[in-house]
């Protein structure tokens, strides 16, 4: 049991880390100018589609559009919270490797670009799924909340988890890893998927998770995470 917090825990012990609080910064300004857009393209329609129908029905539109962008702000944010990690998993990665595994070798990975692509292509698939299962919420409840929670787990667990490896080996490899370890992976993809579910909480994930995700793959990685678990 303790294993299965042991990523997490140090990613968080790591917070204060000057490249973590970078990025930090970086996901909640990226996070504000996508709720800021999603409020200003909802309130845009519907002043468009209900102009001349009268101001009290304006004004009950205008409410429910403002519960709607705050429903899916917050429901949306685990997606938006992959894409986000995707594209700063670099800075994330090497300060964990310095603190961490300082003797770690240079190895050569995936491209950078394939990389990125890999991330931004889950992360779109999961926003993408993520709008599916709020529909699957609203027709039925219990079903799309698990729905939606395991769509989170996988964006989280295997799009953190391949992202972060590919830093250290081709995708074939990293694909391979990934699904010969896949449960230990899906779990802490879990964990923070249920963290992604706490108000403020919510918006350390692209950090902590990809912080978690290092020693995850470190631990994974063949004859590396043979060598790290020596070391730690």
């Known amino acids: 049991m303790t294993a299965l917090f042991d990523p997490i825990a140090r990613a968080i ?48 539109a205008e409410i ?38 300082p003797a770690l070798p240079q190895v050569p990975g995936a491209p950078i670009l394939a990389q990125l692509a890999d991330g931004l292509i889950v992360a779109w698939q999961i926003l993408l ?5 709020l529909i699957a919420i609203l027709v039925l409840p219990g079903i799309g909340l698990l729905a939606g929670l395991a769509i989170a787990a996988f964006a989280l667990g295997r799009g953190l988890f391949v992202v972060v490896a590919m830093r250290r080996m081709d995708r074939a490899t990293a694909m391979a890893l990934w699904r010969a370890h896949r449960w230990p992976i899906l779990l802490q993809g879990a964990l923070l998927a249920a963290a992604g579910l706490v108000p403020v909480v919510n918006f350390l994930v692209p950090v902590i998770g990809t912080a978690a ?11 590396d995470g043979r060598a790290l678990r020596a070391r730690t």
């Open 13 to 60: 012990g790591q917070i204060g880390d000057r490249a973590f609080l970078g990025v930090l910064i970086r996901s909640l300004l990226w996070a504000g100018f996508a709720f800021l857009a999603l409020h200003l393209g909802v309130s845009w329609m519907v002043h468009h589609l209900l102009a001349g129908h009268g101001r009290v029905v304006e004004f009950i």
């Open 64 to 101: 429910l559009g403002n519960v709607a962008v705050w429903v899916l702000g917050y429901w949306l944010f685990l997606p938006l919270a992959a894409l986000i990690a995707a594209c700063y998993v670099e800075p994330i990665a090497r300060a964990v490797e310095r603190r961490f595994y």
């Open 129 to 133: 799924l993520g709008l599916v299962a």
């Open 213 to 223: 995700m290092v020693h995850v793959a470190a631990r994974l990685g063949g004859d």
